[in-house]
Protein backbone atom coordinates (compact mmCIF):
# COMPACT_ATOMS: atom_id res chain seq x y z
CA UNK A 1 0.00 0.00 0.00
CA UNK A 2 1.43 3.40 -0.99
CA UNK A 3 1.94 5.44 2.06
CA UNK A 4 0.69 8.70 2.49
CA UNK A 5 3.73 11.02 1.54
CA UNK A 6 3.58 8.86 -2.25
CA UNK A 7 0.51 10.98 -2.99
CA UNK A 8 2.72 14.31 -2.20
CA UNK A 9 3.76 16.49 -5.01
CA UNK A 10 7.32 17.65 -5.14
CA UNK A 11 8.26 20.88 -5.39
CA UNK A 12 9.12 20.94 -9.36
CA UNK A 13 5.50 19.73 -9.99
CA UNK A 14 4.50 22.92 -7.38
CA UNK A 15 6.26 25.42 -9.57
CA UNK A 16 4.88 23.69 -12.96
CA UNK A 17 1.57 23.74 -11.63
CA UNK A 18 2.12 27.97 -10.91
CA UNK A 19 3.44 28.05 -14.13
CA UNK A 20 0.69 26.33 -15.83
CA UNK A 21 -1.83 28.48 -13.55
CA UNK A 22 -0.31 31.60 -14.98
CA UNK A 23 0.72 31.21 -18.43
CA UNK A 24 -2.89 30.49 -20.54
CA UNK A 25 -4.74 32.47 -17.62
CA UNK A 26 -3.53 36.20 -19.74
CA UNK A 27 -0.39 35.90 -22.02
CA UNK A 28 -2.29 34.53 -24.66
CA UNK A 29 -5.22 37.06 -24.25
CA UNK A 30 -3.28 40.37 -23.21
CA UNK A 31 -0.26 41.24 -26.09
CA UNK A 32 -3.57 42.35 -28.46
CA UNK A 33 -4.99 44.53 -25.65
CA UNK A 34 -1.17 45.92 -24.60
CA UNK A 35 -0.47 46.73 -28.11
CA UNK A 36 -3.76 48.28 -29.25
CA UNK A 37 -4.05 50.46 -26.21
CA UNK A 38 -0.31 51.28 -25.48
CA UNK A 39 1.95 50.38 -28.89
CA UNK A 40 5.52 49.63 -27.80
CA UNK A 41 5.24 51.12 -24.70
CA UNK A 42 3.41 48.12 -23.74
CA UNK A 43 6.87 46.51 -23.63
CA UNK A 44 8.11 48.62 -20.77
CA UNK A 45 4.25 48.03 -18.77
CA UNK A 46 4.96 44.26 -18.90
CA UNK A 47 8.50 44.68 -17.60
CA UNK A 48 6.85 47.05 -14.73
CA UNK A 49 4.67 44.32 -13.90
CA UNK A 50 6.97 41.78 -13.61
CA UNK A 51 8.66 43.52 -11.23
CA UNK A 52 5.70 44.52 -8.90
CA UNK A 53 4.31 40.77 -9.41
CA UNK A 54 7.53 39.79 -8.06
CA UNK A 55 7.35 41.74 -4.93
CA UNK A 56 3.61 40.33 -4.27
CA UNK A 57 5.37 36.90 -4.57
CA UNK A 58 8.05 37.67 -2.53
CA UNK A 59 5.61 38.86 0.26
CA UNK A 60 3.53 36.55 0.14
CA UNK A 61 5.84 33.44 -0.10
CA UNK A 62 7.28 34.95 3.05
CA UNK A 63 3.84 34.82 4.54
CA UNK A 64 3.44 31.71 3.07
CA UNK A 65 6.78 30.53 5.11
CA UNK A 66 5.39 32.10 8.36
CA UNK A 67 2.31 30.67 8.83
CA UNK A 68 2.24 27.28 6.81
CA UNK A 69 -0.52 25.64 7.28
CA UNK A 70 -3.46 24.36 5.62
CA UNK A 71 -5.65 27.44 4.33
CA UNK A 72 -3.85 29.71 2.80
CA UNK A 73 -5.44 32.88 2.13
CA UNK A 74 -7.80 32.32 5.23
CA UNK A 75 -4.64 31.34 8.02
CA UNK A 76 -3.05 34.65 6.70
CA UNK A 77 -5.50 37.43 6.59
CA UNK A 78 -7.03 35.87 9.78
CA UNK A 79 -3.46 36.79 11.82
CA UNK A 80 -4.42 39.97 11.77
CA UNK A 81 -8.54 40.44 11.39
CA UNK A 82 -9.76 37.04 12.97
CA UNK A 83 -11.99 34.68 11.62
CA UNK A 84 -14.32 37.45 9.23
CA UNK A 85 -11.20 38.78 7.70
CA UNK A 86 -10.13 35.61 6.65
CA UNK A 87 -13.05 34.31 5.39
CA UNK A 88 -13.36 37.26 3.38
CA UNK A 89 -9.62 37.09 2.01
CA UNK A 90 -10.68 33.47 0.87
CA UNK A 91 -13.59 34.08 -0.74
CA UNK A 92 -12.14 37.05 -2.40
CA UNK A 93 -9.79 34.85 -4.08
CA UNK A 94 -12.01 31.57 -5.27
CA UNK A 95 -14.31 34.39 -6.50
CA UNK A 96 -11.72 36.33 -8.58
CA UNK A 97 -10.19 33.32 -9.51
CA UNK A 98 -13.54 31.87 -10.83
CA UNK A 99 -14.24 34.57 -12.75
CA UNK A 100 -11.09 34.05 -14.25
CA UNK A 101 -11.87 30.80 -15.43
CA UNK A 102 -15.13 31.90 -17.04
CA UNK A 103 -13.01 33.80 -19.38
CA UNK A 104 -10.48 30.97 -20.09
CA UNK A 105 -13.56 28.64 -20.51
CA UNK A 106 -14.81 30.90 -23.33
CA UNK A 107 -11.22 31.82 -24.85
CA UNK A 108 -11.00 28.02 -24.88
CA UNK A 109 -14.11 28.20 -27.34
CA UNK A 110 -12.27 30.32 -29.64
CA UNK A 111 -9.59 28.67 -30.27
CA UNK A 112 -11.25 25.56 -30.64
CA UNK A 113 -14.28 26.95 -33.17
CA UNK A 114 -11.79 26.46 -36.19
CA UNK A 115 -11.48 22.80 -35.59
CA UNK A 116 -15.18 22.20 -35.11
CA UNK A 117 -17.25 24.69 -36.73
CA UNK A 118 -20.31 23.35 -36.45
CA UNK A 119 -20.84 24.42 -32.93
CA UNK A 120 -20.75 27.79 -31.65
CA UNK A 121 -17.39 29.47 -29.34
CA UNK A 122 -19.56 29.21 -25.83
CA UNK A 123 -20.98 25.74 -26.46
CA UNK A 124 -17.19 24.68 -27.28
CA UNK A 125 -15.90 26.43 -24.03
CA UNK A 126 -18.93 24.85 -21.86
CA UNK A 127 -17.60 21.80 -23.08
CA UNK A 128 -14.41 22.52 -22.05
CA UNK A 129 -14.98 23.28 -18.71
CA UNK A 130 -17.34 19.82 -17.87
CA UNK A 131 -14.57 18.04 -19.27
CA UNK A 132 -11.91 19.42 -17.39
CA UNK A 133 -13.51 19.40 -14.30
CA UNK A 134 -14.70 15.47 -14.67
CA UNK A 135 -10.79 15.19 -15.46
CA UNK A 136 -9.60 16.58 -12.06
CA UNK A 137 -12.05 14.04 -10.23
CA UNK A 138 -9.66 11.51 -11.28
CA UNK A 139 -7.26 12.36 -8.96
CA UNK A 140 -3.67 13.38 -8.07
CA UNK A 141 -1.89 10.72 -10.01
CA UNK A 142 -3.15 11.97 -13.34
CA UNK A 143 -2.95 15.68 -12.33
CA UNK A 144 0.49 15.12 -11.86
CA UNK A 145 1.07 13.41 -15.47
CA UNK A 146 -1.29 15.83 -16.77
CA UNK A 147 0.56 18.49 -15.77
CA UNK A 148 3.95 17.18 -17.04
CA UNK A 149 2.84 16.55 -20.16
CA UNK A 150 0.87 20.05 -19.95
CA UNK A 151 3.89 22.42 -19.48
CA UNK A 152 5.44 21.04 -22.47
CA UNK A 153 2.97 22.25 -24.50
CA UNK A 154 2.17 25.39 -22.91
CA UNK A 155 5.60 26.50 -23.36
CA UNK A 156 5.58 25.55 -26.92
CA UNK A 157 4.06 28.14 -28.05
CA UNK A 158 5.81 30.61 -26.26
CA UNK A 159 8.92 29.60 -27.31
CA UNK A 160 8.41 28.92 -30.89
CA UNK A 161 6.22 32.19 -30.84
CA UNK A 162 9.82 34.09 -29.37
CA UNK A 163 11.82 32.44 -32.29
CA UNK A 164 9.82 32.98 -35.04
CA UNK A 165 9.22 36.63 -34.25
CA UNK A 166 12.84 37.40 -33.03
CA UNK A 167 13.45 36.63 -36.63
CA UNK A 168 11.39 39.28 -38.27
CA UNK A 169 12.25 41.33 -35.35
CA UNK A 170 12.28 45.34 -36.46
CA UNK A 171 13.37 48.24 -34.39
CA UNK A 172 11.44 50.67 -36.50
CA UNK A 173 8.06 48.72 -35.29
CA UNK A 174 8.90 50.24 -31.53
CA UNK A 175 8.65 53.73 -33.90
CA UNK A 176 6.13 55.64 -32.40
CA UNK A 177 7.56 54.42 -28.98
CA UNK A 178 3.81 55.88 -26.95
CA UNK A 179 1.46 56.23 -29.83
CA UNK A 180 -1.51 56.62 -28.09
CA UNK A 181 0.12 58.81 -25.13
CA UNK A 182 -0.23 58.24 -21.49
CA UNK A 183 -3.91 57.60 -20.99
CA UNK A 184 -4.52 53.81 -21.82
CA UNK A 185 -1.80 52.65 -19.82
CA UNK A 186 -4.38 51.82 -17.17
CA UNK A 187 -6.33 49.72 -19.53
CA UNK A 188 -3.01 47.89 -20.81
CA UNK A 189 -1.96 47.43 -17.47
CA UNK A 190 -4.82 45.67 -15.70
CA UNK A 191 -4.83 43.15 -19.10
CA UNK A 192 -0.81 42.45 -17.90
CA UNK A 193 -1.46 42.01 -14.36
CA UNK A 194 -4.21 39.24 -15.16
CA UNK A 195 -1.65 36.96 -16.72
CA UNK A 196 0.45 36.33 -13.38
CA UNK A 197 -2.53 35.31 -11.46
CA UNK A 198 -2.20 31.62 -10.92
CA UNK A 199 1.41 31.95 -9.11
CA UNK A 200 -0.14 31.54 -5.26
CA UNK A 201 -1.72 28.69 -6.11
CA UNK A 202 0.68 26.55 -4.57
CA UNK A 203 -0.09 28.33 -1.47
CA UNK A 204 -3.71 27.03 -1.74
CA UNK A 205 -2.01 23.30 -2.31
CA UNK A 206 -0.32 23.02 0.95
CA UNK A 207 -1.90 19.92 2.13
CA UNK A 208 -0.33 17.87 -0.71
CA UNK A 209 3.24 19.48 -1.61
CA UNK A 210 6.43 17.66 0.10
CA UNK A 211 8.39 19.78 2.45
CA UNK A 212 4.98 22.32 2.41
CA UNK A 213 7.45 24.73 4.83
CA UNK A 214 10.35 24.99 2.66
CA UNK A 215 8.27 24.32 -0.95
CA UNK A 216 5.43 26.48 -1.06
CA UNK A 217 7.49 30.01 -1.07
CA UNK A 218 9.93 28.48 -3.40
CA UNK A 219 7.28 27.05 -5.76
CA UNK A 220 5.34 30.36 -5.40
CA UNK A 221 8.79 32.80 -6.26
CA UNK A 222 10.36 30.15 -8.66
CA UNK A 223 7.16 30.16 -11.06
CA UNK A 224 7.03 33.96 -11.24
CA UNK A 225 10.31 34.35 -12.40
CA UNK A 226 10.40 31.61 -15.14
CA UNK A 227 6.90 32.89 -16.23
CA UNK A 228 7.77 36.68 -15.84
CA UNK A 229 10.84 36.18 -18.54
CA UNK A 230 8.95 34.27 -20.76
CA UNK A 231 6.11 36.37 -20.50
CA UNK A 232 8.72 39.45 -21.45
CA UNK A 233 10.52 37.79 -24.44
CA UNK A 234 6.99 36.80 -25.63
CA UNK A 235 5.01 40.19 -26.11
CA UNK A 236 8.94 42.27 -26.88
CA UNK A 237 8.95 39.74 -29.83
CA UNK A 238 5.46 40.10 -30.74
CA UNK A 239 5.91 44.06 -30.93
CA UNK A 240 8.84 43.92 -32.77
CA UNK A 241 7.83 41.61 -35.27
CA UNK A 242 4.59 42.99 -35.97
CA UNK A 243 3.54 46.17 -37.44
CA UNK A 244 0.91 47.82 -34.53
CA UNK A 245 -1.92 48.45 -37.45
CA UNK A 246 -2.41 44.67 -37.44
CA UNK A 247 -3.05 44.70 -33.43
CA UNK A 248 -6.59 46.62 -34.29
CA UNK A 249 -8.74 44.50 -32.14
CA UNK A 250 -7.54 44.10 -28.26
CA UNK A 251 -9.60 41.03 -28.44
CA UNK A 252 -7.59 39.29 -31.10
CA UNK A 253 -6.51 35.55 -30.92
CA UNK A 254 -2.64 35.46 -30.98
CA UNK A 255 -2.99 32.96 -33.83
CA UNK A 256 -4.59 35.92 -35.92
CA UNK A 257 -1.89 37.94 -35.23
CA UNK A 258 0.51 35.59 -36.44
CA UNK A 259 -1.41 34.46 -39.37
CA UNK A 260 -1.19 37.91 -40.53
CA UNK A 261 2.59 38.86 -40.40
CA UNK A 262 3.32 35.03 -41.23
CA UNK A 263 1.13 34.06 -43.50
CA UNK A 264 3.29 31.70 -45.28
CA UNK A 265 4.18 29.27 -41.95
CA UNK A 266 0.70 27.99 -41.71
CA UNK A 267 1.96 24.61 -40.10
CA UNK A 268 3.96 26.16 -37.31
CA UNK A 269 0.89 28.50 -36.84
CA UNK A 270 -0.86 25.89 -36.60
CA UNK A 271 0.86 24.10 -34.19
CA UNK A 272 1.11 26.96 -32.21
CA UNK A 273 -2.49 27.44 -32.40
CA UNK A 274 -2.82 23.94 -30.64
CA UNK A 275 -0.63 24.53 -28.47
CA UNK A 276 -2.46 27.64 -27.02
CA UNK A 277 -5.11 25.03 -26.51
CA UNK A 278 -3.06 22.95 -24.44
CA UNK A 279 -2.02 25.91 -22.67
CA UNK A 280 -5.33 27.47 -21.57
CA UNK A 281 -6.39 23.97 -20.86
CA UNK A 282 -3.38 23.52 -18.54
CA UNK A 283 -4.45 26.63 -16.61
CA UNK A 284 -8.01 25.85 -16.24
CA UNK A 285 -6.64 22.62 -15.00
CA UNK A 286 -4.37 23.99 -12.54
CA UNK A 287 -6.69 26.12 -11.40
CA UNK A 288 -9.90 24.01 -11.05
CA UNK A 289 -7.56 21.69 -8.75
CA UNK A 290 -6.18 24.24 -6.82
CA UNK A 291 -9.22 25.79 -5.92
CA UNK A 292 -11.11 22.40 -4.99
CA UNK A 293 -8.29 22.22 -2.70
CA UNK A 294 -8.36 25.61 -1.13
CA UNK A 295 -12.38 24.78 -0.66
CA UNK A 296 -11.84 21.72 1.38
CA UNK A 297 -9.42 23.56 3.43
CA UNK A 298 -12.12 26.45 3.71
CA UNK A 299 -14.59 23.93 5.12
CA UNK A 300 -12.16 23.29 8.12
CA UNK A 301 -12.52 26.88 9.48
CA UNK A 302 -16.04 27.08 9.46
CA UNK A 303 -16.96 28.20 13.00
CA UNK A 304 -21.41 28.17 12.38
CA UNK A 305 -21.96 24.70 13.89
CA UNK A 306 -24.26 24.56 10.83
CA UNK A 307 -22.25 25.43 8.44
CA UNK A 308 -20.06 23.10 9.85
CA UNK A 309 -22.37 20.33 9.62
CA UNK A 310 -23.71 20.83 6.25
CA UNK A 311 -20.20 20.99 4.89
CA UNK A 312 -18.77 18.14 6.83
CA UNK A 313 -19.53 15.44 4.17
CA UNK A 314 -17.95 17.89 0.81
CA UNK A 315 -15.38 15.30 -0.26
CA UNK A 316 -12.59 16.37 -2.42
CA UNK A 317 -14.77 15.14 -5.86
CA UNK A 318 -17.80 16.75 -4.31
CA UNK A 319 -15.16 20.04 -4.40
CA UNK A 320 -14.10 19.85 -7.76
CA UNK A 321 -17.86 19.91 -8.41
CA UNK A 322 -18.62 23.20 -6.90
CA UNK A 323 -15.94 24.83 -8.14
CA UNK A 324 -17.00 23.86 -11.86
CA UNK A 325 -20.48 25.04 -10.43
CA UNK A 326 -19.01 28.62 -9.55
CA UNK A 327 -16.56 28.72 -13.02
CA UNK A 328 -20.02 28.26 -14.93
CA UNK A 329 -21.66 30.89 -13.50
CA UNK A 330 -18.94 33.75 -14.46
CA UNK A 331 -18.94 31.66 -17.62
CA UNK A 332 -22.72 32.22 -18.33
CA UNK A 333 -23.17 35.60 -16.91
CA UNK A 334 -20.55 37.83 -18.23
CA UNK A 335 -19.86 38.89 -21.80
CA UNK A 336 -16.95 41.70 -21.29
CA UNK A 337 -13.56 40.54 -21.59
CA UNK A 338 -12.57 43.94 -20.02
CA UNK A 339 -15.02 43.68 -16.68
CA UNK A 340 -13.75 40.00 -17.05
CA UNK A 341 -10.30 41.21 -16.15
CA UNK A 342 -11.04 44.14 -13.74
CA UNK A 343 -13.32 41.79 -11.64
CA UNK A 344 -10.61 38.96 -10.97
CA UNK A 345 -8.42 41.75 -10.76
CA UNK A 346 -10.36 43.05 -7.97
CA UNK A 347 -10.94 40.21 -5.89
CA UNK A 348 -7.68 37.92 -6.09
CA UNK A 349 -5.74 41.28 -5.64
CA UNK A 350 -7.75 41.89 -2.22
CA UNK A 351 -7.31 38.23 -1.12
CA UNK A 352 -3.41 39.42 -1.78
CA UNK A 353 -3.73 42.70 0.54
CA UNK A 354 -5.23 41.32 2.94
CA UNK A 355 -2.64 38.61 3.23
CA UNK A 356 0.32 40.81 3.09
CA UNK A 357 -0.92 43.18 5.89
CA UNK A 358 -0.17 40.10 8.44
CA UNK A 359 3.46 41.04 8.20
CA UNK A 360 3.01 44.54 9.37
CA UNK A 361 2.06 43.09 12.23
CA UNK A 362 5.35 41.27 12.59
CA UNK A 363 8.45 43.95 13.44
CA UNK A 364 11.04 42.01 12.15
CA UNK A 365 9.23 42.03 9.19
CA UNK A 366 8.33 45.33 8.34
CA UNK A 367 10.92 45.48 5.74
CA UNK A 368 11.38 46.91 2.35
CA UNK A 369 10.00 43.62 0.95
CA UNK A 370 6.65 43.86 2.70
CA UNK A 371 6.43 47.48 1.85
CA UNK A 372 6.77 47.32 -1.77
CA UNK A 373 4.61 44.36 -2.06
CA UNK A 374 2.02 46.23 -0.45
CA UNK A 375 2.46 49.31 -2.49
CA UNK A 376 2.27 46.70 -5.38
CA UNK A 377 -0.63 45.70 -4.19
CA UNK A 378 -2.36 48.74 -3.91
CA UNK A 379 -1.40 50.02 -7.26
CA UNK A 380 -3.02 46.91 -9.12
CA UNK A 381 -6.09 47.52 -6.89
CA UNK A 382 -6.77 50.95 -7.76
CA UNK A 383 -6.71 50.01 -11.27
CA UNK A 384 -8.95 46.84 -10.80
CA UNK A 385 -11.95 49.42 -9.23
CA UNK A 386 -11.03 52.02 -12.02
CA UNK A 387 -11.91 48.96 -14.39
CA UNK A 388 -15.29 48.01 -12.57
CA UNK A 389 -16.47 51.38 -11.95
CA UNK A 390 -15.55 52.11 -15.66
CA UNK A 391 -17.43 49.03 -17.16
CA UNK A 392 -20.03 49.33 -15.29
CA UNK A 393 -20.72 52.98 -16.12
CA UNK A 394 -20.76 51.33 -19.32
CA UNK A 395 -23.22 48.91 -18.93
CA UNK A 396 -25.43 51.24 -17.10
CA UNK A 397 -25.01 54.14 -19.41
Same mark, same amino acid.
Given at each position: MASS???????????????????? @???????? @?? &????????????? =????AALFLALALARVAALFPQEGSFYVYASQWGGHTVGIIASWAYVIGLTTAMGLLSRVAGLYLQPFFPDYSAHTLGLITLVSLTALNMVGITLSELGQQVLIVCTTFP?? &????? =????????????????????????????? !? %?? !???? =??????????????????????????? %???YTLFVASLILSTPLQFFSNPHMLISDILQATFPNNSWLLKAIHISILSAIFGTLHSMIWSLSALLIALTHKLKSKTARALTAHISPRMAVLLVGAIIFISFSTLNHMDLFFSLTNLGVVSAFLLSIITLLTIKKERTISTFLGIFAALTFLFFALEGVILELNKLIY
Open positions: HDTKISLPIAVIIGMNAMIG @AGIFTAPA @AI &ASYAGPMGIAIYL =CVVMII &ATIIL =CFSKAQVTNLIPFAPYGFTNIFKATRAVI !F %GF !FGFE =CAASLFAIVRDPERNVPRAITSSVILV %GIL
